[in-house]
């Protein structure tokens, strides 16, 4: 006998792009489409490491070994090596950026894939230790993905700024190296201080960055840190408590500590969740067993992104669609993610004011409409109500 068909509206991705959104968990090492890895290559006469067609998969290169220590880690695909197998594919990747030219072209294909998603605004990260070839020469390649950034945004294509991140294998002094250099050189568009890498394999960081993040923001850099990935419900609180953290990336294992999720809800801090990235590297088993939509009924504030979009086949408007799908959101749930989207990003004030203006329009024409009214059978989401006092 065939399965019932469900009379849940459906939310097409076509209505998710015309809701403006920010994205603020978004890596530009992860974001390559294969085209571009294939150019960068030929261009500079390297050998790829697999098959073309799998060159994403880390498991059918040629010289794959198991890390000893990753996070996560699955039987096949993209997350087969978890997620130091996978750190390592991003630096093969981002060694193929030799030129200032390339630079640029990375950073301006960034911004047109963004747009094509309905993103108006991106915290980008860029961790440097990735981008080999330029080896003492991170501020010139700040500049450089500056200048794609700057072309992009004259050709009306999607505003980013940089968070530009320390890995977690660093000393604690090349971080305070680096954040001189921030301070002193003040790249354009570097708004923001990170932090990545796997905590399972470098251990808790928070105490060796400390003197780092405090210097970052005596300079007026915003602090975003991965944690609670990698990492249980004591990264978390070692972002809060010693780096400062304004948002967290990541963020998902806060639900095994009660007296986490309320700070981080007393506290109004914001999650940068990436569910595909956490699904597809082995730390739950589905979307299902995913915690997102616990944490947005407990109160915290919670935006969705997509960590690493190319080698995970995906876009934003596509995972927001699974997530409708998966946790019965509609239109009005999906708004209230774009509207805390673009109130947790670092983006200037004014930006905010008119992505918000735009996104209510959007929103009350779309409601009116009847799009994307969630199945009488689902239970709704909670909806965000942005606090005033957070929307400058």
């Known amino acids: 006998m065939p399965a019932p068909v469900s009379t849940a509206v459906r939310i ?58 990753t996070t996560g880690g699955t039987a ?45 605004y991106s915290d980008v990260i860029v961790n440097p230790t990735h981008w080999n070839a330029w080896q003492g020469r991170e501020m010139a390649l700040m500049e450089a993905l500056a200048a794609g950034l700057d072309e992009a945004e004259q050709d009306g294509l999607c505003v980013t700024n940089i968070a530009y991140s320390l890995l977690r294998a660093q000393s604690a002094a090349e971080a305070d190296d680096v954040v001189a250099a921030l301070a002193g050189h003040r790249p354009s568009r570097v708004v923001a201080l990170s932090i990545d890498g796997d905590e399972k394999a470098s251990g808790r960081t928070g105490e060796k960055f400390r003197d780092a993040f405090r210097a970052a923001e005596a300079a007026g850099f915003h602090r975003t840190v991965h944690a609670g990935e990698s990492s249980g419900p004591e990264g978390v609180w070692d972002a809060l408590d010693l780096l400062h953290a304004e948002r967290i990336d990541h963020g998902v294992r806060s639900i095994e500590d ?68 998966v946790y019965g959101y509609g239109h009005e749930e999906l708004a209230g993610f774009a509207a805390e989207s673009i109130t947790a990003s670092f983006a200037n004030d004014d930006l905010k004011r008119d992505l918000l203006a735009e996104l209510a329009a959007v929103t009350a024409g779309a409601v009116a409409a009847g799009v994307g009214v969630p199945d009488a059978g689902v239970a709704p989401a909670p909806v965000f109500e942005p606090d005033p006092e957070r929307v400058p």
């Not at 978004?26 to 390297?46: I, P, Q, S």
């Not at 979009?309 to 799908?325: E, G, I, K, S």
């Open 12 to 69: 097409d991705e076509q209505d998710i792009r015309r809701l403006p959104k920010a994205e603020v968990h978004v890596h530009l090492e992860g974001t390559f489409a294969l085209a571009e890895l294939l150019r960068l290559a030929k261009e500079n006469g390297v050998r790829l490491p697999g098959p073309a067609a799998t060159i994403f998969d880390v498991s059918t290169h040629d010289a794959f070994t198991m890390p000893e220590v």
């Open 76 to 120: 096949h695909g993209v997350g087969n090596a978890g997620l130091s197998g996978f750190l390592r594919f991003l630096d093969w990747q981002c060694g193929l950026v030799r030129t200032a030219e390339q630079a640029a072209r990375v950073a301006y294909s960034f911004a047109a894939r963004q747009t094509a998603s309905g993103i108006r």
């Open 258 to 325: 009660p007296a986490l999720v309320q700070r981080l809800i007393d506290d109004a801090v914001p999650l940068g969740v990436c569910p595909r990235s956490n699904v597809t590297l082995g730390l739950y088993a589905d979307w299902a067993a995913h915690p997102l939509p616990r944490l947005v009924e407990a109160g915290v504030r919670v935006t969705l992104n997509t960590d690493d979009p190319a080698p995970l086949a995906t876009t934003l408007d596509a995972d927001w669609a699974v997530a409708a799908a």
